[in-house]
């Protein structure tokens, strides 16, 4: 199996399957010197673990990181890295491989089983192998690396909707974000998401939703035109996340129903004397490069594909099937993507961050 990475300079590589011992991935290209810890990475996979509420999966993992390469231990307990590759390692504690025999040759609608097998002729049937969302916690300790690359980048994630109920953006308020199960910046919005997850969750069924992601302190110029534009490769990165079925950058699709003179950024000088935008529809990219501005996308997560409702299909051996999904499932796997998706975003900045730098000489 090939392409297992992604980024040119800040290289990702991940590896491990959801039901193997662990699950890691190795940064290739991250600067040397930079100073860190394996608390700072574990506040980012803090978000995302399992089991933190009744509306995610109830998989026990502490999803404890550790670092095997690429940094010099320090004696307050932090590391600095070396300029080598940075291997991170997080084990599998809870797994229920029992959970998935029904299904080893029986393809479950809306999952990878039937394309991974057509293309491979063998499958980890046990909760997808790579194709489980498990996989994705690797990506979050690799974020929390390309966050310390770029000074003052400040990446953060908001659900904004939730099946058929979205936020109030006259409400937005960051501050609520660690303060609800949802990361949901309008507060109001809470309690409805509670109810309406409550019942998908009871029906065994599941919800899609949609994700928010601001990225402050990009410096204006990183990037580049045609074929490594910044928020092309945003976008790759935000479409390789396990259900991701859409990506906008800025305004995205609301731009087709607008004016040229609604959705033109306009332009004045500030009082530092440098030039200022006075809106920011183009979410922080024009010509693929960055203006300084805000880099803002959104990505849709279609509903978990795991549900209790028997569903149509087939199996290996070419017999016509019905096929519920046993074992613990997100009703809404749209709400541990968050954190998933600011890391994604940050690996695509830092990665343009080190090209600009080796293209240009700047250093902010």
Same mark, same amino acid.
């Given at each position: ?19 193997? @011992?662990?699950i890691?991935?190795?940064?290739d290209?991250? %600067? ?5 810890s ?12 399992p ?6 999966t ?21 590391f600095i890295?070396t300029?080598? @590759?940075i291997s ?6 809870d797994?229920r ?9 029986r393809?479950? %609608? ?10 491979y ?7 997808g192998?790579?194709?489980?969302a ?14 310390k ?5 400040k ?5 904004v909707?939730?099946g ?9 308020d ?6 609800n @199960?949802?990361?949901?910046?309008d507060?109001e919005?809470? %309690? ?6 409550d ?10 939703a949609?994700?928010?992601i ?5 410096p ?9 534009k910044?928020?092309?490769d ?22 087709a129903k607008?004016?040229g003179?609604?959705?033109a950024?306009e332009m004045?000088?500030g ?7 006075l809106?920011?529809n183009?979410g922080g ?5 960055a203006?300084?501005?805000p880099?803002?996308a ?7 594909s795991?549900i ?13 099937v019905?096929?519920r ?9 749209g709400?541990?993507?968050? @954190?998933i ?8 900045i ?5 090209r600009?730098r ?5 250093l902010?």
């Open positions: 199996m090939s392409h297992n990475s992604f980024g040119y300079l800040f290289r990702v590589t991940t590896w491990g399957e959801s039901h193997g @011992p662990a890691g991935c190795v940064v290209g991250c %600067p040397p010197g930079l100073r860190f394996e608390d700072e990475l574990q506040q980012w996979l803090d978000k995302r673990k089991g933190q509420s009744r509306f995610v109830q998989r026990r993992e502490a999803d404890l990181v550790r670092v095997l390469s690429g940094a010099m231990p320090q004696e307050d307990g932090t890295s300029g080598t @590759p991170l390692m997080i084990e599998n504690t797994q491989s029992k959970d998935y025999s029904e299904i080893a040759r393809f479950r %609608p809306g999952h990878a089983d039937y394309t991974y097998d057509v293309k002729g063998i499958r980890d049937y046990r909760g192998g790579r194709s489980s498990r996989e994705t916690a690797t990506r979050v300790a690799a974020g929390g690396l390309a966050r690359v770029v000074p003052g980048l990446v953060r994630g908001a659900l909707r939730i058929e109920h979205e936020i109030d953006r006259s409400r937005w960051w501050d609520a974000i660690d303060s @199960p949802f990361f949901a910046p507060p919005i809470v %309690p409805v998401w509670e109810n309406y997850l019942d998908i969750r009871k029906k065994g069924s599941s919800v899609g949609v994700i928010e601001v990225a402050e302190g990009v204006a110029g990183i990037g580049a035109p045609v074929y490594a910044l928020d092309q945003i976008a790759s990165n935000l479409m390789s996340i396990n259900a991701v079925k859409g990506v906008e950058i800025g305004n995205g699709f609301a731009a607008i004016t003179e609604a959705n950024d004045r000088i009082a530092d004397g440098k030039p200022q935008f809106s920011n183009a990219i024009l010509g693929g490069i203006t300084g501005e880099v803002v959104r990505f849709a997560v279609k509903p978990t795991s209790l409702t028997e569903r149509r299909s087939v199996d290996a051996d070419g017999n016509e019905d096929v999904t046993k074992g613990r499932h997100d009703p809404c796997v709400i541990r993507a968050v @954190p998706g600011e890391a994604m975003v940050a690996c695509a830092a990665d343009h961050y080190l600009d080796g293209q240009t000489g700047r902010t």
